[in-house]
Nanobody, 120 residues
């Protein structure tokens, strides 16, 4: 089994910062891409940022220049540094990782989500 556990969410004023963390644990051979998604009330889940196993990153246009995704492979952890937060960033943030438990196959795993609320 593989578990992803997020932390770091909370309530912050507009213009503030938060840092989310997501730790993967369990039977892990290798972790490929790691991603952060978010889902606001009444909206579809959207991809926020991706970091590959070699550190290549990609961002949604709405967060470029404000959010930074990074990972620590030794700790099986992915981070999302969120600066200059806006009320429209309010959502539940989910960690997603492609985890290989054997050399041949990988599956997608999700965390339980962490709430980020940005007040105006």
């Amino acid at each position: 089994q593989v578990q992803l556990v997020e932390s770091g969410g909370g309530l912050v004023q507009a213009g503030g910062s938060l840092r989310l963390s997501c730790v993967a644990s369990g039977s892990i051979f290798r972790i490929n891409a790691m991603r952060w998604y978010r889902q606001a009330p009444g909206k579809q889940r959207e991809l926020v940022a991706t970091v590959t196993s070699i550190g290549v990153t990609n961002y949604a246009d709405s967060v470029k220049g404000r959010f930074t995704i990074s990972r620590d492979n030794a700790k099986n952890t992915v981070y999302l540094q969120m600066n200059s937060l806006k009320p429209e960033d309010t959502a539940v943030y989910y960690c997603n990782s492609e985890v290989a438990r054997t050399p041949d196959t990988a599956f997608s795993y999700w965390g339980q989500g962490t709430q980020v609320t940005v007040s105006s």
